[in-house]
């Protein structure tokens, strides 16, 4: 499975961008979805996820209230609406998938099996 993201760019602050997760084709209907994110200097660090069976939902604390993940009706895309962007949201984002992650452990990047290659977003101030 070959994962792209898209949408990232250039934004200023308090702007709200969409990223969108596409798997080559494939429907994300049994798969679980994260976004993580890797600053310059920093680890890779989970964003959201939603889970494959009820897409449930999970944020980081940094984001929550201003992140949402979300599938699109189809399940071929997983979209993360971002808003209210700041300054230390900037980071190349990810996106991953994996059909067989418990609930539990979807905040952690080595649980999935797939990941897209990345999209730059910069925030400026």
């Known amino acids: 499975v070959q994962l792209q993201a898209s949408g990232g760019g250039l934004v200023q602050a308090g702007g709200s961008p969409r990223l969108s997760c596409a798997a080559s084709g494939r429907s994300f209907r049994s798969w679980s979805v994260g976004w993580f994110r890797q600053a310059p200097g920093k680890e890779r660090e989970f964003v959201a996820a939603?889970?494959?069976?009820?897409?449930?939902?999970k944020y980081a604390v940094s984001v929550k209230g201003r992140f949402t993940i979300s599938r699109a009706n189809d399940y071929f895309m997983v979209n993360l609406q971002m808003n209210s962007l700041k300054p230390e949201d900037t980071a190349v984002y990810y996106c991953a998938a994996s059909q067989s992650i418990i609930y539990s452990a979807l905040e952690d990047p080595d649980q999935y099996g797939y990941w897209g290659p990345g999209t730059q977003v910069t925030v400026s101030s």
């Open positions: 939603i889970f494959r069976s009820g897409g449930s939902t």
